[in-house]
């Protein structure tokens, strides 16, 4: 199944995302973590788009249309989760149309709602294991051995930039201005599910089994 997992900031998108891949052996594909990787690596688009996302704004579409592009052509048998795109209606729509193209389909579309409250405590606790992309937070997700990620054993645990609550208000603001939008036209298509996202990780992954099978 091709699925796309909708919300907020800290809503626990890429959270959901690397459990999907572990039961189901679908492929995540995180606009976000490619962007990353690239400003990680210090190429040219990695130094385009730093400061944009060290504010907490959205980058180009071009730019993020242009990266799933080429992640889609190379296909996933287990289907693809849409993590963090598309986060603007121009992304839908190319979506829509490189599906068409691939010869692919839009199954679910997976809104996870939380509330701002629970997404500034979220993401101001949250650390990723920069060795296998693990994600964990303070509170309610430690790792086992402090300062030891649970999956890999590296000690390479990392906190985001943007992970901050003055950038959070403009990542937030970024959300309900153009991408919130996309609740609306996934509904009008028939192919919105929301969840609560507020619930514990087993219970949200429980729910989004329950609309996958
Ligand atoms: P991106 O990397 O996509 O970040 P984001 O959307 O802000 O999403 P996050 O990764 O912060 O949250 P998440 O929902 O994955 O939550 P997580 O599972 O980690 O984008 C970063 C930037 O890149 C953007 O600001 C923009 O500049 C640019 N960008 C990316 N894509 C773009 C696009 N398409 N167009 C334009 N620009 C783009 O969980 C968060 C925390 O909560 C963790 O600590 C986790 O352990 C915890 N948690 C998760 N689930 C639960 C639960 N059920 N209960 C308790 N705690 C939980
Ligand atoms: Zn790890």
Do not use: W
């Not at 788009?49 to 296909?75: C, H, P, Q, S, W």
Request: contains cysteine; neutral net charge.
């Amino acid at each position: 199944a091709n699925i796309i997992l909708l919300g907020p900031p800290g809503a626990g998108k890429g959270t959901q995302a690397k459990r999907l891949e572990e039961t189901r052996g679908m492929v995540q594909l995180s606009t976000g973590d490619m962007l990353k990787e690239a400003i990680a690596k210090g190429t040219d688009l990695g130094r385009r788009v730093e400061g944009i996302m060290a504010r907490g704004e959205l980058v180009t579409d071009e730019i993020v249309i242009g990266l799933i592009e080429a992640k889609m052509t190379e296909g996933a048998r287990g289907g693809f989760i849409f993590d963090g795109f598309p986060r603007t209606l121009k992304q839908a729509d190319a979506l829509a149309e490189l599906m068409a193209r691939t010869g692919s389909r839009l199954d679910r579309v997976i809104e996870m709602q939380v509330d701002d409250a629970a997404l500034v405590e979220r993401i101001t606790g949250r650390f990723t294991c920069g060795n296998c992309g693990a994600v964990y937070h303070d509170r309610t997700h430690p790792t086992k051995v402090p300062g030891v990620c649970d999956a890999c054993g590296s000690t390479d645990l990392r906190r985001r930039a943007d992970d901050n609550a003055e950038t959070l208000k403009t990542r937030l603001m970024e959300y309900y201005k153009k991408t919130s939008p996309l609740i609306g036209y996934y509904y009008a298509k028939g192919v919105l599910t929301s969840v609560d996202g507020l619930a514990d990780v087993d219970t949200v992954s429980s729910a989004i089994a329950a609309v996958l099978d």
